[in-house]
């Protein structure tokens, strides 16, 4: 079968990496060109590297939909296209330029979580199970029949950035099958999916990543986890003379209270004496923040223009002051409300 890879992102090199070590002729791949950042040159991305190492044939139209584009990629004559991590929906005229159209590894269990960021809002929604999908694409976002899947537990203090780099690896497989279904049958029915359970996982923010010390901690905690490695989370550490400082938080533990009583306002930085005394689980003594009904234990930080440090040594550099606390903003945090208001999700098993 004669195939078009068409990605952008790391999740999509295992797989295109195994199909072309396949049986299948791989035509050439199809990338988004590079965006210059800084005045630096464009860097490639991960699956353009990833071709180049391996001789393949590389194309990188502004828009897939273009009329130029469309009767380019029809005048290569492939049976289909595998799309992973593209980042622009195709329109029907591009789906028909190959004789099967198009499938889709996606990094969610569709109907769950359709859009840019599948994998981070399977860590902010709480969800159990994660996995892969691999649909046969329509011109709606992530709406056509499910070929096949696979699926794993999202382990304890997982971020989105390791559980990425698993589901990149999970999906070869249901990839390969896939292919299989359409060699085996040119139109395999897959299952429909059921539009009354699709969640949406819109790109993110840099804003999303402001941490709010009102919420529960067990979201604060998803929302440190989904926003890892990118777009990261950050608070502001409010000093004595009316300044601020931004603070990276790279690693936090939640700890909710055992009782009713809280250990000082929201936002109030905890000492070293104070956290140690109290023995909470995760903390090695270190800096943790009050939050509604806990408190987050930081492991890891980064104060504006520095390393990153242990919590420990963040509290040693501010030694001096005396009640530190980290900025709490009065509105509600867009991302932690979309959060809560994503309905639970549906059980299936492991």
Known sequence: M???LMGNGPFAVPSFDRVTSSSQEIVCVVARPAVPSQGKGPPESPVVAWARSRGLAVHTPQSINDPE????????KADLLLVCDYGQILKPD?????RLGGINLHGSLLPRHRGAAPVQWSILAGDELAGVSVIHMTPALDAGPVLTTAQTKVEPGEDAGMLESRLSQLGVEPTLRAIDLLEQNDHPSGIAQDRALATRAPRLKK?????HWEYPVVWIDRQIRGLQP????FTHLELPDGKSIRVI???ATP???AGSERLGKIGDLLTENQTRGLGLPGSDGGLAVVA??????????QPAGKRAMSGSEFLRGYARHVGLRFRVPDAPHPLLQSMMALPPETKRSA
């Open 2 to 4: 004669r195939i078009v």
């Open 69 to 76: 584009t469309v009767a380019w990629l029809a005048g290569l």
């Open 94 to 98: 591009a789906l028909a330029s190959t």
């Open 207 to 211: 804003s999303d990543g402001d941490l």
């Open 230 to 233: 990118w777009p990261g989370v």
């Open 249 to 251: 938080v790279h690693r």
């Open 255 to 257: 700890v909710p209270y």
């Open 292 to 301: 509604r009904d806990g408190v987050m234990v930081l492991e890891s930080v």
